[in-house]
């Protein structure tokens, strides 16, 4: 009886979670979604709210740009967050205190109250309506995670472990390949995954920092099929979609240590 419970209560779950990506994949395959149908088995299939969405609605420019800022994030925000936690962990130096309060306090202010001076920074440095200076704006947002949640996976390194590397001759890079990087690299995909969600769902920087629409994201593009008057209900569904596909491959692959990198943050410090 007890098993029987449980089981409705994951199946509950499940259609919960699972029906409103059901509902979007449908709507962007319903060809009369925009007759106020809202049949969640449609008559009509057809892609052609894909193939509008890709050609006349110029998504296609859009999702290359989220995934080169994304990308770009992940990848600098890795290299960024690793040295700087392996100083933090490792080394002793005067204001390393502060240093590690001013990473708590940066996570703890609104994103809205950066919105203005971040700006006017990224004005007086020329980086408007570049994909670059969204790139920056998302490594200050996730750099601070990701460095105190990288923090506590090297100081679980027994310090050991580099000495012998040492003994045997290794230079400090061959033993930050070989010993440190596997053992800390659950908790640098960890980071990663959060630093792609970070770049990829944003919508306020890059509607405000991006003024010409070559340089759109997904989040400020998916605004196009949103009329004044009357939605396009099918085009907003299928560039939902398409919106929804990179995020889950990134999670698919990244899963397994993603996991890993979860369960050992929650005992490692």
């Not at 700087?84 to 990473?103: C, H, P, Q």
Request: hydrophobic share 60%; proline share 3%; aromatic share 12%.
């Amino acid at each position: 009886m007890r098993a029987t419970l449980k089981g409705l209560g994951v199946a509950g779950v499940l259609v919960f979670t699972l029906f409103p990506v059901y509902l979007m994949v449908v709507t962007g395959l319903n060809g009369e979604a925009n007759a106020g149908s809202r049949s969640l088995w449609p008559r009509e299939w057809t892609l052609d709210n894909f193939a509008y969405v890709i050609g006349e609605g110029g998504f296609g420019r859009f999702l290359a740009n989220s995934l080169v800022v994304a990308l770009g994030t992940v990848l600098a925000g890795a290299v960024l967050a690793l040295l700087a936690s392996v100083a933090v962990a490792r080394f002793r130096f005067r204001f390393r205190t502060s240093v590690l309060v001013m990473i708590l306090i940066i996570q703890m202010v609104p994103v809205e109250a950066l919105v203005i001076p971040l700006f006017i920074q990224a004005r007086s440095l020329q980086m408007l309506d570049t994909l670059i200076g969204l790139v920056v704006v998302y490594l200050a947002f996730s750099l601070p995670f990701a460095i105190w949640t990288l923090r506590g996976f090297v100081a679980a390194v027994p310090v050991e472990l580099e000495e012998a590397a040492y003994l045997d001759g290794a230079s400090w890079g061959r033993m930050f390949r070989s010993v440190l990087l596997p053992l800390v690299a659950p908790g640098l995909v960890a980071t990663s995954v959060f630093s792609f969600i970070v770049a990829w769902n944003e919508f306020i920087f890059a509607l405000t920092f991006m003024s010409d629409d070559q340089n759109y994201t997904v989040a400020v593009g998916l605004r196009r099929f949103f009329g004044q008057h009357a939605t396009d209900w099918g085009a907003v569904m299928a560039a939902s979609t398409l919106i929804t596909i990179p995020v889950m491959v990134f999670f698919v692959i990244a899963q397994k240590r993603l996991t890993d990198g979860l369960v050992a943050g929650a005992v490692k410090g």
